[in-house]
T-cell receptor, first 114, second 108 residues
Framework: DAGITQSPRHKVTETGTPVTLRCHQT?????MYWYRQDPGHGLRLIHY???????DKGEVSDGYSVSRSKTEDFLLTLESATSSQTSVYFC?????????????FGPGTRLTVT | GIQVEQSPPDLILQEGANSTLRCNFS?????LQWFHQNPWGQLINLFY???GTKQNGRLSATTVATERYSLLYISSSQTTDSGVYFC??????????FGKGTRLSVIA
């Protein structure tokens, strides 16, 4: 357990509304990631952060923004949700232990856009 | 970017059987991880194995970095082994890139 929580765990929202998902970690990890998982696509990176206020885009960043104002929280925002953003969203951290950089995942948030 | 291919995409086993899952990657990596996603959607770390061989109970993994592949062995499979197995790789400080997974169903 890498001390990662995500909120909410489930959300149903309407097309066009803004949505913010939160990832919270308790172990001061520098790197945090947002992925989405869709059938047939595995996990695809949306955005990641390598420190407070330091973020970068991933493979599927269009329609998403992120913010990291403190180490423990990484927020993913859908400015105007669309049905194509219905997915399961996973947050992850990268843990350095003994020289290895191992990635761990949170429990996921299931988002449905109607 | 790095491409990751996993095979087979689907696998059905009788309980007690052994299996081998394969992960091929297109470029040099310094991190390779295997994950199991259980039927409840939770992603569980199995191995961190950029090279060499590791074992954990009935599971073992081998990565041959020079030939750009990794194998995950499951012996004496149980119904609780069902789910999707993902391989993921990266190099340097880049984020992990995932394969599309192998869906395993173990039948009692």
């Amino acid at each position: 357990d890498a001390g990662i929580t995500q909120s909410p765990r489930h959300k149903v929202t309407e097309t066009g509304t803004p949505v913010t998902l939160r990832c919270h970690q308790t172990e001061n990890h520098r790197y945090m990631y947002w992925y989405r998982q869709d059938p047939g696509h595995g996990l695809r990176l949306i955005h990641y952060s390598y420190g407070v206020k330091d973020t970068d885009k991933g493979e599927v960043s269009d329609g998403y923004s992120v913010s990291r104002s403190k180490t423990e929280d990484f927020l993913l925002t859908l400015e105007s949700a669309t049905s194509s953003q219905t997915s399961v969203y996973f947050c992850a951290i990268r843990n350095r232990g003994g020289g290895d950089y191992e990635q761990y995942f949170g429990p996921g948030t299931r988002l449905t856009v109607t | 970017g790095i491409q990751v291919e996993q095979s087979p995409p689907d696998l059905i086993l009788q309980e007690g059987a052994n299996s081998t899952l394969r992960c091929n990657f297109s470029d040099s990596v310094n991190n390779l991880q295997w994950f199991h996603q259980n039927p409840w959607g939770q992603l569980i770390n199995l191995f961190y194995i950029p090279s060499g061989t590791k074992q954990n109970g009935r599971l073992s993994a081998t990565t041959v970095a020079t030939e750009r592949y990794s194998l995950l062995y499951i012996s004496s499979s149980q119904t609780t082994d069902s789910g999707v197995y993902f391989c993921a790789v990266n190099s340097g400080n880049t984020p992990l890139v995932f394969g599309k997974g192998t869906r395993l169903s173990v039948i009692a």
